[in-house]
């Protein structure tokens, strides 16, 4: 639902967290020249203005909320359940622990020394939705950003794309550390938090439901899950009759270069095409959004009623249907290039060296590329095929329901890159197969592949160094 992908949906460096440090404490506070002459002996042309693109989309993957506070405030009142009524809001408010456990993530960097220690020591009491006002101002809570009156009450809330795809390495508690951008947050329970919002009456009108509903729907889903389309198309209900099976897993957001699809449809684009499709239907943001496609009223139903396929900056896009005029600026098409170019500057992580078998995993890569067939599909370091890399249910032996509700009816081949950082929650777009073992053993009987008892242990062992 529209309101609920880039909260959610739909979409990070491990070996690259050192790099992102490093990246943050040299080349974004100044003193880029002093590195790049110790590696390269001068600066040239290039070299600025890759880092210029990379500091600015990392502050619009981090920072730029596109003026969605409109909706996740202005609108829906999210900020009012956050502060709670002793603060001026709705409810009992949201407090750190109550936070932690939706799965937001905290940024210890941006929380002062003295702050962390009186955390540590037990002073601060994080049952106090205070406490998280006091985190909002400090710009401490992963991908959510709140808007102040001069009197320090909280006016508004808006999210950004860090909110979905980024986490923390837990450094300082459970949910709590340095930031891993990319990384998809797999605790993030998205819809539970959209059904805190007091006000859902826009919600339940776009999809023509009652409060009972869509509220089942949305706590529905789970932790790490969201329905990109609910918004477009109203399926809210998935093969095994519960709204989980209708939601999808949060992606990644690094190693996307060198790839074309990376949603779990096919058809869709490439991720300067979701980029723009998340900002402005999914995060409520204020920008300009073609897709003829979603014209189409026997495949997309609600986005076709709505005019979702020619959105103009407006308040409540993806929600609200598109009005005749743009009622603000666009503040996500210029955002577009320097958040692409970060994403696919992102590196990949690399698993730990102790979190699989390395025998066993050489092993198994044998297998991959010879009888296992895997590396036909997934190719090289890209993990998926090159060219359009999509193919038909029928081809992988599933059903076809979430490729029906992409525009070519096919499923992505998803990239087997870092599968530590995204396998807390099952693996294939649903996460129907618990472990990488019942995902071998599907393709075993799919293709008929006969591989033994062995030659699966190895595949899962180098599956996992990937």
């Known amino acids: ?51 210029r693109l990379v500091n600015e989309g990392r502050n619009v993957f981090r920072g730029d909320t596109f003026g969605d506070q409109a909706v996740w405030g202005g609108v829906l009142g999210l900020h009012k359940a956050i502060e709670g009524a002793k603060l001026g809001g709705v409810g009992p408010g949201v407090s750190p622990k109550t936070a932690l456990a939706l799965g937001l993530k905290v940024d210890s960097a941006r929380i002062p020394a003295k702050v962390a220690a009186a955390i ?38 808006g999210i950004t794309c860090a909110l979905c795809h980024s986490t923390v390495d837990d450094s300082f508690a459970p949910g709590i550390g340095r930031r891993l951008d990319g990384w998809p947050n797999q605790d993030l329970n998205v819809g539970a938090i959209v059904a805190a919002a007091p006000n859902l009456t ?68 490439s991720v300067t095409y979701w980029n723009a499709f998340v900002a402005n239907l999914e995060m409520h943001g204020m920008g300009n959004f073609l897709d003829a496609r979603l014209d189409d009223k026997t495949k997309f139903p609600l986005a076709a009623a709505a005019g979702f396929g020619h959105t103009l900056p407006y308040v409540g896009e993806g929600v609200l249907p598109v009005p ?38 050489a092993r198994g890569k044998i297998v991959f590329d010879g009888v296992g067939r895997c590396s036909s599909c997934h190719m090289g370091s890209l993990g998926t095929a090159a060219g359009y890399n999509a193919v038909k249910p029928s081809q992988i032996c599933i059903d076809s329901f979430q490729a029906d509700r992409g525009p070519d009816g096919t499923y992505t081949i ?23 073992l019942a995902v071998v053993n599907h393709y075993n009987g799919c293709f008929n592949l006969g591989l033994s008892a062995r030659q699966k242990s190895d595949l899962v062992q180098y599956l996992k160094s990937r």
């Open 1 to 51: 639902m529209s309101v609920l992908r880039k909260l959610a949906v739909p979409l990070t460096v491990a070996g690259g967290v050192g790099v992102l440090l490093l990246l943050g404490g040299v080349l974004f506070n100044g003193t880029v020249s002093a590195m790049i002459n110790q590696s390269h002996g001068r600066v040239g042309q290039p070299d600025l203005r890759t880092m």
């Open 120 to 157: 540590k020591a037990g002073k601060v009491n994080l049952d106090d939705p205070k406490v998280t006002l006091a985190l909002l101002k400090l710009n401490a809570v992963v991908g959510v950003k709140g808007f102040f009156n001069r009197g320090g009450t909280l006016s508004s809330v």
């Open 202 to 269: 826009p919600l339940e009108q776009s999809l023509g439901v009652d409060e009972a509903t869509l509220k089942k729907v949305l706590l529905g889903w789970g932790p790490g899950f969201f329905n990109a389309e609910l918004d477009l198309d109203g399926k809210a209900i998935g093969p095994d009759g519960t709204p989980h099976s209708a939601a999808t897993r949060i992606p990644s957001a690094f190693g996307k270069d060198g790839q074309n699809l990376h949603t779990w449809e096919g058809g869709w684009g």
């Open 324 to 361: 005749a005029k743009a009622q603000g600026p666009d503040l996500i098409t210029e955002a577009l290039r320097p958040l692409d170019f970060y994403e696919h500057w992102l590196p990949v992580p690399r698993p730990p060296a102790n979190s699989f078998n390395h025998a066993a995993a």
């Open 414 to 436: 998803a990239p087997l890159q870092a599968l530590f950082t995204r396998s807390k929650r099952g693996f294939y777009h649903d996460g129907r197969f618990k472990t990488l």
